[in-house]
């Protein structure tokens, strides 16, 4: 079993990354499918993946959106893991 849920937050263009986000993963063909959730100032995205969390992508929109805040929260075969990024680098990891 693996489930990940990714959170966008922060004061800015949430709407702007989500539109971007979108258009990245539209044209990965290796990209999971996942649902996408909306609050007041966060964004979630969820994973069932098979591959994995798409990292690569959520790095790419958010290099173009420096003041958002990437948080990704994984459990795999028991195992939890987070990751954070912001301005399109990995800052925070945890197994």
Request: proline letters at 5%; glycine letters at 8%; hydrophobic letters at 45%.
């Amino acid at each position: 079993m693996f489930a990940a849920v990714v959170r966008v937050t922060g004061v800015g263009r949430l709407e702007d990354f989500r539109e971007r986000l979108r258009w990245i993963m539209v044209r990965d063909a290796d990209a999971e499918a996942y649902t996408e959730h909306h609050a007041d100032g966060v964004l979630e995205y969820r994973f069932e993946p098979k591959l994995g969390i798409p990292f690569p992508a959520f790095a790419q929109a958010s290099a173009d959106f420096p003041e958002l805040r990437v948080e990704a929260q994984w459990t795999r075969d028991g195992i939890s893991g987070r990751a954070v990024i912001e301005s399109g680098r990995l800052v925070e990891r945890s197994p």
